[in-house]
């Protein structure tokens, strides 16, 4: 079992950046695959990116481009590097964790067994 502890969130600016991270505690952080998801008030939980123990990653593709996932294992930490915010970024930011599977696997929110209790992304306009 793992459990997800994300940080980094806060209010920024159109046009700014931030970086979040998520802290995993207990064993073998190298086997899992990790996820950034969000969640908007009113909406569905959407797909951002994910990572696989290997550093292969997989973007949403609305989010090629502004958004980088990456990992360090040594540190059981996983990142979501955000820059070029935009208003329509704002939602809390999850994120999962699933146990040997692909980066692609991790596409479908129902698919992760864990989770952390998010982090919220503000960005005025």
């Known amino acids: 079992q793992v459990q997800l502890v994300e940080s980094g969130g806060g209010l920024v600016q159109a046009g700014g950046s931030l970086r979040l991270s998520c802290a995993a505690s207990?064993?073998?952080?190298?086997?899992?695959?990790m996820a950034w998801f969000r969640q908007a008030p009113g909406k569905e939980r959407e797909f951002v990116a994910a990572?696989?123990?290997?550093?292969?990653?997989y973007y949403a593709d609305s989010m090629k481009g502004r958004f980088t996932i990456s990992r360090d294992n040594a540190k059981n930490t996983v990142y979501l590097e955000m820059n070029s915010l935009k208003p329509e970024d704002t939602a809390v930011y999850y994120c999962?964790?699933?146990?040997?599977?692909?980066?692609?696997?991790?596409?479908?929110?129902?698919?992760?067994?864990?989770w952390g209790k998010g982090t919220l992304v503000t960005v005025s306009s």
């Open positions: 207990g064993r073998m952080f190298s086997d899992y695959a």
């Open positions: 990572i696989r123990w290997s550093s292969n990653t």
């Open positions: 999962g964790a699933r146990m040997y599977a692909t980066a692609q696997a991790m596409g479908v929110p129902n698919a992760i067994p864990y």
